[in-house]
C-alpha cells in the first residue's frame, strides 16, 4: 500500500458513496416497508376481509392511474438528466408534481366521503382512514422533496454523473407507488 | 499446560466441580419449599413443570459457573499481555456435542413439561360450577350461577371444577389466584376463561396467596384491586350462595 | 454553546406556535392532545434545525453551500458535530447519565417497596414514576451500547474514515435530547402510568403525559432507525481492503445484525404508538371495544417489536463482551463462525417468538404452542453465543483486569436470565408467573445483567481508547465485584416473591413479602452506592488519569493499532486487512499490515 | 454548463419505461374488474400486487443497480 491517505481514502469513497447512498436508501424503504405492514396488518386482523358496500371504488382506480402517471413521468425526469436533457428533467419532475397534487386533492375528497360513510368511531373507518392518512402523508412528503429537487433543478444543479438528489427522490416517489400498489386492494378491492 | 495431558487433566477437573454443584444445588432444590401451597389440582400441573425445569435447569447453570470459577482459578495468567493462549480456533466436535445437547434440551423441555403440561391444562372443557367474573376499575364482581353479585369475597366450592368466565368493563385487569396458579387476562369487549378446581380448604385471612389480584396494570388502584378467596366445603357453598342472594335484594332495593 | 442555546430557543418557539397554531384552527386547549402533537412536531423540527441541521446540510436543498460547525476541543460535543467518535461519546456520556437517573427512579421505588403499606409515594406516583423509569432504561439499553460503542468502534474496526452517513449519524443523535425533554417534561401534563408498554385500553383514557410519551418514543424509534440504517450501510460498503466477512471483528458483527433487526422492527413500536395517538387525538378506535376495537392487535404490534427490541438490546453486548474475552485471555475467538452463525438465528427467529408474552392475554389457544416452540427454540443460537465465550477462556491467559472481571459476572448473570426465560416460554409455568416480580427479576437479569454489564465492561475496556488515559485499576475492580453482588442481592429476593404472589406494578403488597423486599431494598441502596464509585473512577481518571499506552491490552483489532484517542478520519494511511482479528497464539500472524507511513507519498 | 444530450440512449429508455408503464395500466385495470366481479378475490389479486410490484422494483427502482458498484 503505497498510496496516502487522502488519495487512497478518496478514490475509495469516491467508489463506494454511490453504492452507499443507494443502499442506504433501500434500507430506508425496507424499514418504510415495515410502517406499512404494521397498518396494513392491523386493517386485516381488525377487520378480515371486510369490504363495505359503499367503497369508492372507481375513484380509488382514478388515484391509482393518477399515480401510475406520476410514477412514469418521475421515470422520465431521472433518465432525461442521466441522458443530459435538463428541458426534459424540469418538464417531467413539474408533470410528477402535478399529478402528485391531483392524487392528493383526490384523496382529500376521498377522506371526506370515507369520514360520512365509515367514520372514524368504527373500526373499518379507524383502518381505513388510518391507512389513507399514512400513504398521503407519504405522497405530500414526496411532492415536497420534488418541489425541493425542480427547484435545484431549474438552478443548474444535476449533471448526467452527478445526479443522487433526483435519482434518490425519484426512487422514494417509486416506493409511494408500490405502496399505492398494495394498499389499493387492501382497502378497495378485498 | 498445553499439553493434550494438561487439556484432559483440566476437563477432568472442571467435570468433577460440575458434578459437585450439580449435587449440591439439586439437594438444596428438593430439600426447600420454595412454591406457594398448592390450593388446587391446575397448581399441581403447573408446580411439576416448575420443578421439572429446575432440575434441568441446574446442570446447566451449574456448567456455566464451573466454568467461569475453574477459569478464574485456573487460567489466570502471571505474565504480560504479550503472553498468548493455545490457538486452538474451533473444534468441530465440541461445537457438533453442543448444538446437539443444546437442542435435545429444547426439543425435551418443549415436549415435556411444554406440550404435555399443555394437554394437562386442557385435557377437560367441562366445569361443574361456572362463575362469571368482570373487572373493573378497580374491584372484582362475580356473578353466581343463581345470579348473586359479589365484590367482597370469592367463595369457592372445594373439589370442584369451576370455570370463570372473566370480562372488563373499562381496561385491561388480569385474574390471578397466586394460590392456584391460573392467571387470565380481563379485556374489555371479550370473555376469556380459565379454570381452578380447589383441593383444600382455606382462606385469604390465612394465605395471601388465596387473593383474586389483578395482575395487569390499571391505574391507581391496581396494587389493591384483590377479592378476598376462601374454598369452603360443598355443602358450606350451596348455603352461602342461596344468602347471598337473600342479603343482596333489600340492599339492590335501598340503592334503586 | 451558541448551537445548543438556538435549538433551545427555536425548539420552544416551535413548540408554542404549533400548539398555538392548532389552538387557532380547531380549538380547544393548548395542553390537549392534537396541540401538543403539533408543538412537539414543530419544536421537533426547530430543535434540529437549530442544532444544526439547517446550517450543516438543509442549505444545500435551497442551492446554497453548507456551513458546518466549526467548533473544537470540549464544545465540539454540543454541536452538530459529524465525527463518529464525537457521537460516540456524546451518546455514552447521555446514556450513563439517563443510566444514573433511571437508576436513582428506581431507588426511590425501592423505598417504598421496602415495607408493606404506603410510605410516601401515593399508587398514581408510584405508577408513573415506574413508567418512567422503565422507558429510561429500556431506551438506555435499546440505544447505549449501540450509540456510543456502535458509532465509536464500527468505523475504527472495520477501517474506514467514518460512518457512511455522518450528517444522518449527527441527527441520530441529537433526537435523543427531545426524547429526554419529552419524557421528563411529561409530568406537566400529568405524566403517564401505564408502564413502558403502554398497553391500551388504559394509555388510550389515562393523562395527557401519554401524549408526550407516544411522541418521544416514536422520535426515538426514528433515531434507532436512521442509527441502524447507518451502521448497516457502513460495515456492508465502507470495509478496509481486506476486511472481508469473514475477518470483520465480532462486535461489527454483532452491531451489523442488531442494526439490521432495529432498522426493520422499530416501525412496528412507531406504528402502534401512532395507533394510539390516533384513538386519543383523532376519535379513532383501534383499541376500544366500544367501536369494534381489540385491545389485543396493539398487544401484537407491540411485541412485534419489543420482543426482538431485546436482541437489539443483548446483540451488541454480546459483541462487547466477546471482544472483551477473547482480548483479555488472548486466545483466538473459540468458533467464531459458529457464533456470528448464532447471531443470525437470533435475528431470525427473535421476529416469530413474540406472542409469549402473551399466554394470559386471551389469544386464541392455538397460538400457545408453536409460540413455545418457536421461544425455546432461541435458546440454541443464543447457547451459541455461552460456546464462543466459554470455549475461549478455557486454557486462556486470562488477563485480570475489570473488564474481564465484568465478564465473568455478565456471563453469570446472563445464564440466569436465559435459564429463567425458559420458565416464562413454558405456558403452564408462565400462566402462573406472567406479570409477577419473578418476570421483573429475569428481565432484570437479561437487560442490567446482560446489557448494562457489557456497557459498564465497555466503558472500562476501551476508556483509555477514547480518553487517552488509564482508568483506576484497583477501584475499577472493586466496583466490578460490588455491582455483581450488589445486582445479585437485590435480583435473587425478587424470584422468591414472584413465585410467591407478588404481582408487578404495584406500590404496595401483601405482608407476606415484607422481608424479602426489604432485603432487596437495601441491597439496591448498596448497589446504587457502587454507582458513584464508577463515576467518580471514570470522570477523575479521563481528567487525571496516568497517560494510557495506544494499545494497553495488547490487543490486535484496528482501533488499538491507532493512537489514543485517535485522530480525526482516524487513518493517516488507508489500512490493509491481511489476516483474522483474533489470530492469538499463531506465530507471525497478523491482522492489519503495518501502517507506517514509508513510501506513502502525498499523491 | 450544458451538457451534450445523449438522445438516442435517452429515447431507448424513454421507450421502455412507457412500456412498463402501460403493463402497469393494464394489470391494474385487469385486478380492478377481477375484485368487481369475483366474491372473494384475496387469492386472486395477490399476483397481480406481485407483478406490479415486481415491474415497479425491476425497471422503475432499478433494484439491481444495488448489486453493482458505481453508476
Not at chain 1, 418504510?32 to 376481509?49: C, P
Not at chain 1, 415536497?144 to 425519484?170: C, I, M, N, S
Not at chain 2, 377479592?227 to 334503586?256: H, I, N, S, Y
Not at chain 3, 447471531?343 to 400457545?368: K, N, P, Q, Y
Request: charged residues 15%; negative net charge.
Amino acid at each position: 500500500m503505497a498510496l496516502s491517505a487522502g488519495a487512497a481514502h478518496e478514490r475509495a469513497e469516491a467508489l463506494s458513496r454511490p453504492r452507499a447512498n443507494r443502499l442506504g436508501l433501500w434500507l430506508f424503504f425496507a424499514s418504510e416497508t415495515f410502517l406499512f405492514a404494521a397498518f396494513i396488518s392491523a386493517r386485516f386482523v381488525s377487520s378480515g376481509t371486510y369490504k363495505p358496500e359503499e367503497l369508492n371504488q372507481p375513484l380509488a382506480l382514478f388515484l391509482t392511474v393518477v399515480l401510475l402517471g406520476s410514477s412514469i413521468s418521475a421515470y422520465l425526469a431521472e433518465t432525461s438528466i442521466a441522458h443530459g436533457n435538463r428541458q426534459g428533467l424540469i418538464r417531467y419532475l413539474s408533470i410528477t408534481i402535478l399529478l402528485g397534487l391531483a392524487f392528493l386533492v383526490g384523496v382529500g375528497f376521498e377522506f371526506k366521503e370515507a369520514i360520512e360513510y365509515f367514520p372514524p368511531e368504527t373500526i373499518y373507518g379507524s383502518n381505513f382512514l388510518a391507512l389513507i392518512g399514512l400513504h398521503g402523508f407519504h405522497v405530500f412528503t414526496g411532492v415536497v422533496a420534488l418541489a425541493v429537487v425542480l427547484r435545484l433543478g431549474t438552478k443548474g444543479h444535476f449533471e448526467p454523473d452527478d445526479y443522487w438528489g433526483v435519482e434518490g427522490v425519484v426512487k422514494y416517489w417509486h416506493f409511494v407507488d408500490l405502496a399505492w400498489v398494495v394498499i389499493f386492494p387492501t382497502l378497495y378491492l378485498f | 499446560m498445553n499439553d493434550s495431558g494438561g487439556y484432559k487433566r483440566d476437563a477432568i477437573r472442571v467435570g468433577l466441580l460440575w458434578l459437585a454443584l450439580v449435587v449440591v444445588l439439586e439437594v438444596v432444590w428438593f430439600s426447600v419449599e420454595i412454591l406457594p401451597r398448592q390450593y388446587a389440582e391446575e397448581a399441581r400441573i403447573i408446580d411439576d413443570a416448575f420443578n421439572l425445569l429446575t432440575i434441568l435447569g441446574i446442570p446447566v447453570f451449574s456448567f456455566v459457573v464451573a466454568m467461569l470459577i475453574y477459569a478464574a482459578l485456573r487460567f489466570r495468567s502471571g505474565g504480560d499481555a504479550s503472553q498468548d493462549g493455545p490457538p486452538i480456533k474451533t473444534s468441530t466436535p465440541v461445537v457438533v456435542t453442543w448444538l446437539v445437547v443444546t437442542t435435545a434440551l429444547a426439543v425435551f423441555i418443549l415436549i415435556n413439561p411444554g406440550l404435555v403440561g399443555l394437554a394437562e391444562l386442557r385435557a377437560n372443557p367441562d366445569a361443574d360450577l361456572v362463575i362469571e367474573v368482570e373487572g373493573q376499575r378497580w374491584q372484582w364482581v362475580a356473578t353466581y350461577p343463581n345470579g348473586a353479585e359479589v365484590r367482597d369475597e370469592l367463595v369457592l366450592p372445594v373439589d370442584t371444577r369451576i370455570k370463570f368466565e372473566v370480562t372488563s368493563v373499562d381496561i385491561l385487569h388480569s385474574f390471578w389466584v397466586p394460590g392456584f396458579r391460573t392467571k387470565i387476562d380481563a379485556v374489555p369487549g371479550l370473555t376469556t376463561s380459565v379454570y381452578a378446581t380447589p383441593t383444600e380448604l382455606g382462606s385469604f385471612a390465612e394465605d395471601s396467596a388465596l387473593r383474586l389480584q389483578c395482575a395487569e396494570l390499571c391505574g391507581i388502584g391496581h396494587a389493591r384491586m384483590v377479592m378476598p378467596v376462601r374454598v369452603v366445603e360443598k355443602a358450606e357453598f350451596q348455603a352461602w350462595m342461596a344468602d347471598q342472594l337473600t342479603a343482596e335484594a333489600p340492599a339492590a332495593e335501598g340503592r334503586g | 454553546m451558541r448551537p445548543l442555546i438556538r435549538a433551545v430557543v427555536l425548539g420552544l418557539v416551535g413548540y408554542v406556535a404549533g400548539a398555538w397554531l392548532t389552538v387557532a384552527v380547531r380549538g380547544g386547549s393548548p395542553s390537549d392532545d392534537v396541540a401538543v402533537t403539533f408543538g412537539f412536531i414543530l419544536g421537533l423540527i426547530g430543535w434540529l434545525m437549530g442544532i444544526g441541521v439547517w446550517n450543516a446540510w438543509a442549505r444545500e436543498w435551497f442551492g446554497l453551500p453548507a456551513k458546518p460547525d466549526q467548533a473544537t476541543g470540549w464544545q465540539r460535543y454540543l454541536t452538530f458535530n459529524t465525527d463518529h467518535k464525537v457521537i460516540g461519546v456524546q451518546y455514552l456520556v447521555t446514556f450513563i447519565t439517563v443510566l444514573l437517573l433511571g437508576g436513582f427512579m428506581a431507588l426511590i421505588m425501592r423505598w417504598e417497596l421496602a415495607n408493606p403499606g404506603q410510605d410516601f409515594l401515593d399508587p398514581d406516583t408510584y405508577n408513573k414514576l415506574m413508567s418512567m423509569h422503565g422507558i429510561l432504561m429500556i431506551a438506555t439499553a435499546v440505544a447505549g451500547i449501540l450509540g456510543a460503542f456502535g458509532n465509536y468502534l464500527v468505523p475504527l474496526m472495520i477501517g474506514a474514515r467514518d460512518m457512511a452517513f455522518p450528517r444522518v449519524n449527527a441527527m441520530s443523535f441529537w433526537l435523543i435530547p427531545p426524547v429526554a425533554i419529552g419524557l421528563l417534561s411529561a409530568p406537566l401534563l400529568g405524566s403517564f402510568d401505564s408502564g413502558w408498554t403502554a398497553y391500551p385500553p388504559l394509555s388510550v383514557v389515562n393523562e395527557g403525559g401519554q401524549v408526550l410519551f407516544i411522541l418521544a418514543v416514536i422520535t426515538f424509534g426514528l433515531s434507532s432507525i436512521l442509527g441502524g440504517l447507518n451502521i448497516v450501510t457502513t460495515v456492508a460498503t465502507m470495509r478496509a481492503p481486506g476486511m472481508s466477512w469473514g475477518r470483520l471483528p465480532i462486535f461489527v458483527w454483532a452491531a451489523f445484525a442488531a442494526s439490521v433487526l432495529s432498522l426493520l422492527i422499530t416501525q412496528f413500536f412507531a406504528a402502534s404508538l401512532i395507533l394510539i395517538l390516533l384513538d386519543r387525538a383523532a376519535g379513532t378506535t383501534f383499541f376500544l371495544a366500544e367501536g369494534g376495537g381489540d385491545a389485543l392487535l396493539y398487544q401484537h404490534l407491540f411485541w412485534f417489536y419489543s420482543h426482538p427490541a431485546v436482541y437489539i438490546m443483548v446483540l451488541p453486548a454480546f459483541g462487547v463482551m466477546l471482544e472483551i474475552i477473547t482480548h483479555l485471555a488472548r486466545k483466538p475467538l473459540f468458533a467464531y463462525k459458529v457464533v456470528v452463525a448464532g447471531f443470525w438465528g437470533i435475528v431470525g427467529l427473535s421476529v416469530a417468538v413474540w406472542a409469549h408474552h402473551m399466554f394470559t392475554s386471551g389469544m386464541a389457544e392455538s397460538l400457545h404452542a408453536p409460540f413455545m416452540a418457536l421461544t425455546e427454540a432461541i435458546s440454541i443460537p443464543t447457547g451459541l453465543v455461552f460456546l464462543g465465550a466459554l470455549g475461549t477462556l478455557w486454557q486462556g491467559r486470562l488477563q485480570s483486569k475489570t473488564p474481564l472481571w465484568l465478564a465473568f459476572g455478565w456471563l453469570f448473570n446472563f445464564t440466569i436470565g436465559g435459564i429463567t426465560g425458559i420458565y416464562l416460554a413454558d405456558v403452564a409455568t408462565d400462566i402462573h408467573l406472567q406479570d409477577t416480580y419473578f418476570v421483573v427479576a429475569h428481565f432484570h437479569y437479561t437487560i442490567v445483567g446482560g446489557t448494562i454489564f457489557a456497557l459498564i465492561a465497555g466503558s472500562y475496556f476501551w476508556f483509555p481508547k477514547i480518553t487517552g488515559r488509564m482508568y483506576h485499576e484497583r477501584l475499577g475492580k472493586i466496583f466490578a465485584v460490588w455491582l455483581t453482588v450488589g445486582f445479585n442481592l437485590v435480583f435473587i429476593p425478587l424470584f422468591w416473591v414472584g413465585i410467591n404472589g407478588m404481582n408487578r406494578r404495584i406500590a404496595d403488597y401483601p405482608e407476606f413479602f415484607a422481608g424479602p423486599n426489604a432485603f432487596a431494598s437495601v441491597a439496591a441502596y448498596i448497589l446504587g452506592a457502587g454507582f458513584l464509585l464508577y463515576a467518580g473512577n471514570l470522570l477523575w481518571s479521563a481528567r487525571r488519569g496516568p497517560a494510557a499506552d495506544p494499545n494497553p491490552w495488547g490487543a490486535r483489532t484496528l482501533e488499538w493499532q491507532l493512537p489514543s484517542p485517535p485522530p480525526e478520519h482516524n487513518f493517516p494511511l488507508l489500512p490493509e486487512v491481511v489476516g483474522h482479528p483474533y489470530d492469538y497464539g499463531i506465530p507471525g500472524s497478523v491482522h492489519v499490515a503495518p501502517m507506517t507511513p514509508e513510501g506513502g507519498e502525498e499523491a | 454548463m450544458t451538457t451534450k444530450v445523449d438522445v438516442q440512449g435517452l429515447r431507448a429508455k424513454s421507450r421502455l419505461g412507457i412500456r412498463v408503464a402501460v403493463w402497469l395500466g393494464i394489470l391494474t385495470v385487469i385486478e380492478y374488474f377481477i375484485a368487481v366481479e369475483v366474491t372473494n378475490p384475496l387469492v386472486w389479486l395477490l399476483p397481480f400486487v406481485a407483478a406490479k410490484g415486481w415491474l415497479i422494483m425491476r425497471y422503475f427502482m432499478h433494484v439491481d443497480a444495488l448489486f453493482e458498484g458505481g453508476h
